[in-house]
């Protein structure tokens, strides 16, 4: 199991570095610009089983990347927040074609058998007699000449002379005739005359340097050799697209075309850098995502001039994972990016183009919308998945500006049918060794110490620290908890209940049992009412003057209150904004009362 541990603020690998704060509704208390939580189980505090609703107040945030947590759904009656979504499990090269072969060497000489000839050879065969006759006649001139000529070279030269210019006759002649058909095969006419092309055949043999002019052919038929050369040319959009292509459905409701490459989504990160995309920024690829994490990255399209295009990457993996390794889940390609990229950006099968196909054209290719929605600086067409509205996160946005479509959003978060299964590790996290419990409750207000049933605690606590202590909860223990996730569940001992937050922030899926419990709260009365106690006599229940006394008391003075929720938050940090603190108090007060007291703390798990 690996050490890493990592900044549940930042999501960076933990030092002693403080961090900035975060952004949250000085009306609501919701954190500001985030993203609706992906489906999982959440605990409902009376029964302690898994629900699917998240209270309001208290923003968590990613122990990875450091943003506040995702958060949706009504409020409960606890004062708690479920930061996380549901924890999703988990989820081929082209090869070339074989090369080339060429055909067999022709051999020479031999016989041909006349049924698969394209020639009578019988016509031929009187041709060459004739053309025989000819030749000994010419033979019969050249020997008389010789003689007087040559007379005093001797019966033996003039022979072998006579031969030679036989020879010579025969192969000048021979070809005139038939190019194409070697003679030696129809020679057998006249033996004294066919008996010295037979043996000069060795001389012929240099005409059977074919073979050796054969390669210089073969340069022209080097287009194997070459083909390589052109293959990666051709075959590189096709074959980085290819890992995905075979899956890719043109016409599906999110399948897109950036000139000649055709994508999918959901696809891997890596088809994209394998087409030569590129993050804009260098470190984006490596940033570690919680499972079930979304973020937003910037990447470089290498199609005609560089163009940054925005993409949502999504971690489906119960493991947390680098951003190369995770999954496009959305992206949004403008008429200003046809325009730096030089080339067509269409969906539907090339059917509809972005900066000119217009509002009929898209309702002629894709019926009619499930939504429009209308502003007087937005036109926008929406179609859902299934022509189904409730999935919210499964659509596809077409825009118009003056009746041309001007950009077109894809988001798609189905989970992949090629995610890889992780396993999930029983061992229990290194990082849970490093608690420490308090001896005393003490009287420094941002301790993050809190005592109940008797019990001395500090934020954040192991949740089975407080197990050993009697504490327990109606969940499995070894229900799995994806990295970074988080979830709100109920504890109890005897009448004791208490609504707490638990968090795996190991990079490893874990199971419930080694998370560890980042905040807690209390309520004045009813079934949350525990009777909890922070430092310097803080507790729910007291009045709110006695409370603005214990703030003035203990120096504080850095504090938001709104009137609109009746809500103080009072960050750790002092020199901190206190709508942005992640670790703080959030008091409620109801009738001028504290009604529940609600602390955050991640405490060492930073430092």
Not at 47 to 58: C, M
Not at 95 to 115: H, I
Request: charged share 25%; glycine share 8%; proline share 7%.
């Amino acid at each position: 199991m690996s050490d890493v541990k990592f900044d549940p603020v930042t999501g960076k690998p933990i030092t002693n570095q403080d961090n900035g704060g975060f952004k949250f509704d000085p009306i609501t208390g919701q954190p500001l610009n985030q993203q609706a939580p992906s489906e999982g189980p959440k605990f409902d505090p009376l029964t302690g089983k898994p629900i699917s609703q998240a209270t309001p107040e208290g923003p968590k945030f990613d122990p990875f990347t450091g943003k506040p947590l995702s958060q949706s759904g009504a409020p409960n009656n606890f004062g708690q927040q479920n930061p996380y979504g549901a924890s999703n499990t988990y989820g081929n090269q082209n090869t070339y074609g074989a090369q080339n072969t060429y055909g067999a060497q022709n051999s020479f000489g031999a016989q041909n058998d006349n049924a698969s000839l394209g020639y009578d050879p019988t016509a031929i065969e009187k041709e060459q007699s004739a053309q025989n006759k000819k030749v000994a006649f010419i033979v019969l001139i050249v020997i008389i000449v010789a003689f007087i000529g040559l007379g005093i070279f001797g019966v033996v030269k003039a022979t072998q002379f006579i031969k030679d210019s036989a020879a010579n006759i025969e192969k000048q002649e021979a070809p005139e005739e038939l190019p194409e058909k070697e003679t030696v095969v129809e020679t057998p006419v006249e033996e004294p005359v066919q008996e010295e092309p037979v043996q000069e055949q060795p001389t012929e043999e240099p005409v059977q340097e074919q073979p050796a002019e054969q390669p210089a052919e073969e340069p022209v038929q080097e287009q194997p050799a070459e083909q390589p050369a052109e293959e990666p040319v051709q075959e590189q959009p096709t074959d980085a697209v290819n890992s995905q292509a075979p899956s890719v459905n043109t016409d599906d409701l999110f399948a897109f075309a950036i000139g000649s490459y055709n994508y999918q989504i959901p696809m891997k990160v890596s088809v994209l850098l394998d087409d030569g995309w590129e993050f804009d920024t260098n470190t984006d690829a490596t940033t570690m995502l919680g499972a079930g994490n979304t973020d937003y990255y910037y990447l470089i399209c290498p199609v005609g001039e560089k163009s940054s295009i925005s993409v949502d990457v999504k971690n489906f993996s119960m493991d947390a994972q680098q951003a190369k390794d995770c999954y496009v889940t959305g992206i949004t390609l403008y008429d200003n990016d046809v325009k730096k990229l030089g080339t067509d950006i269409t969906i539907k099968s090339g059917s509809i183009k972005i900066g000119s196909s217009t509002e009929q054209d898209v309702k002629d290719i894709c019926g009619e919308p499930d939504d429009i929605y209308d502003s007087s600086i937005s036109h926008v067409y929406t179609y859902y998945k299934d022509h189904n509205d409730d999935n919210y996160e499964k659509k596809v946005s077409v825009s118009f500006e003056d009746g041309i479509c001007d950009y077109i959003s894809f988001r798609n978060e189905t989970e992949p049918d090629d995610l890889e299964q992780a396993e999930i590790s029983a061992d229990a996290p290194d990082y849970l060794n490093l608690y420490t419990a308090p001896t005393t409750l003490g009287s420094d207000p941002f301790s993050g110490n809190f005592q109940v049933d008797g019990q001395i605690y500090n934020l954040p606590v192991p949740l089975r620290v407080m197990e050993e202590n009697g504490w327990d909860y109606d969940v499995e223990d070894e229900y799995a908890v994806g990295a970074g996730e988080g979830y709100v569940i109920t504890i109890h001992k005897g009448d004791l209940y208490i609504t707490a937050t638990v968090f795996n922030y190991n990079e490893k899926a874990t199971y419930l049992k080694n998370t560890i419990v980042t905040s807690v709260n209390s309520y004045a009365d009813g079934h949350f009412g525990n009777n909890m106690e922070f430092p310097a006599g803080l507790k729910a229940g007291m009045s709110e003057a006695d409370l603005l006394k214990w703030l003035n008391k203990n120096g504080i003075k850095n504090y938001e209150y709104s009137t609109t929720t009746e809500i103080y938050k009072i960050p750790f940090d002092q020199s901190s904004d206190a709508a942005y603190s992640a670790n703080r108090y959030y008091i409620y007060i109801e009738d001028g009362v504290v009604d529940s007291i609600d602390i955050t703390n991640y405490g060492w798990l930073r430092e």
